[in-house]
């Protein structure tokens, strides 16, 4: 790791304050939220931003908080680590809390923030697709004022969102769910620990409790094209169906043939393509099934 070059750091105590500073000083700078991704771009991908205008000390920022509509608001700079051990997103989505359970180590979870997950737009991001299956709407605001876009829509490509330079994104809102959601994510990485997806599965469904039927399926795969992706083919053959292991595996097969995986050093994207075949069947069984009582029956369960 090389030393950074020296740069301007601000440390604004309020979004008008980190805004006026990005209008002041102009292009070329970087907000900073938990520091790791733009660190690691700067210290070993030659990222060499001109000032640095950290968001730590803005108020607001962070926590999850259940709004009286029943929607759940995910402040940008909540942690990893918040969204994996909140009582209140474990029991209503546990695989969201499981998907922030994926990314890097417990030390990492401590700092890495969900804002910066997606503003980094890494296609491979593990907070991505279970916010994206639960319709979440990202909050943006900058110079000109706020906006809110579906988080589906945000990702333009690799590290590309629709913000720009200026803009700061402050929350996420999860709208309200029914009360027979489940879902479940899958991050498909033969070495578990300490590495990004191969293929990321998140999906979502209604369930009915009596016929079983499937109703409002959403399908989303990560690490497979430059942005996350809804398969939306794949969730209009399981629309209204009750799901059976063959119609699992049929889902499967169609999000297989959606998916837009390239070759790179982990993975050829033939085996991608694969894996999100058995990755999308294995979820949406599992997301019949409930959440896994353990880390090892879920383990178990994934492969
Ligand atoms: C060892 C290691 C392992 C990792 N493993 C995983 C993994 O398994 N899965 C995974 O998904 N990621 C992984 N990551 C990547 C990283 O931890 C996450 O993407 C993290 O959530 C980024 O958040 P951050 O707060 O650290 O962002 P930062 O590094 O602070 O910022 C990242 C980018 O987003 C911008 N930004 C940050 N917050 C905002 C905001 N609110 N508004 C506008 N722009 C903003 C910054 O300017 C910067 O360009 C790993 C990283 C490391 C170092």
């Given at each position: 790791m090389k030393r950074t070059e020296p740069f301007e750091f601000y440390q604004p105590a309020s979004l008008q304050e980190a805004s006026r500073l990005l209008k002041e000083n102009g292009p070329g700078g970087r907000f900073l939220a938990g520091g790791t991704d733009l660190v690691i771009a700067m210290k070993e991908k030659g990222l060499v931003p001109k000032y640095i205008v950290d968001l730590k000390r803005i108020s607001g920022l962070s926590g999850i908080r259940e709004q009286s509509d029943g929607s759940i608001?995910?402040?940008?700079?909540?942690?990893?680590?918040?969204?994996?051990?909140?009582?209140?997103?474990?029991?209503?989505?546990?695989?969201?809390?499981?998907?922030?359970?994926?990314?890097?180590?417990?030390?990492?979870?401590?700092?890495?923030?969900?804002?910066?997950?997606?503003?980094?737009?890494?296609?491979?991001?593990?907070?991505?697709?279970?916010?994206?299956?639960?319709?979440?709407?990202?909050?943006?605001?900058?110079?000109?004022?706020?906006?809110?876009?579906?988080?589906?829509?945000?990702?333009?490509?690799?590290?590309?969102?629709?913000?720009?330079?200026?803009?700061?994104?402050?929350?996420?809102?999860?709208?309200?769910?029914?009360?027979?959601?489940?879902?479940?994510?899958?991050?498909?990485?033969?070495?578990?620990?300490?590495?990004?997806?191969?293929?990321?599965?998140?999906?979502?469904?209604?369930?009915?409790?009596?016929?079983?039927?499937?109703?409002?399926v959403r399908i989303v795969l990560g690490a497979v094209a430059p942005t996350p992706l809804r398969a939306k083919r794949a969730e209009a053959a399981l629309e209204g169906q009750t799901l059976t292991e063959t119609l699992a595996e049929k889902v499967g097969q169609i999000a297989a043939e959606e998916a837009k995986p390239i070759s790179d050093v982990r993975s050829s994207a033939d085996y991608r393509r694969a894996m999100v075949g058995a990755m999308t069947k294995r979820a949406l069984l599992n997301a019949a099934a409930g959440p896994a009582k353990s880390w090892v029956e879920r383990r178990e369960r994934r492969y």
């Open positions: 608001t995910i402040g940008a700079l909540t942690t990893m680590r918040e969204i994996e051990t909140s009582p209140l997103i474990t029991k209503k989505y546990s695989f969201l809390s499981q998907s922030a359970a994926e990314v890097g180590s417990i030390q990492i979870r401590n700092r890495a923030t969900v804002g910066g997950n997606m503003a980094n737009a890494t296609p491979s991001a593990d907070g991505a697709p279970a916010l994206i299956v639960l319709n979440a709407t990202a909050k943006i605001v900058g110079a000109n004022g706020d906006r809110t876009v579906p988080l589906e829509e945000f990702f333009r490509g690799p590290g590309q969102t629709v913000m720009t330079s200026d803009e700061i994104l402050i929350e996420l809102t999860i709208p309200k769910t029914g009360p027979r959601l489940v879902g479940e994510y899958i991050k498909f990485s033969p070495r578990e620990m300490m590495d990004l997806a191969y293929v990321g599965v998140a999906v979502a469904y209604n369930l009915g409790a009596s016929d079983k039927k499937c109703e409002g």
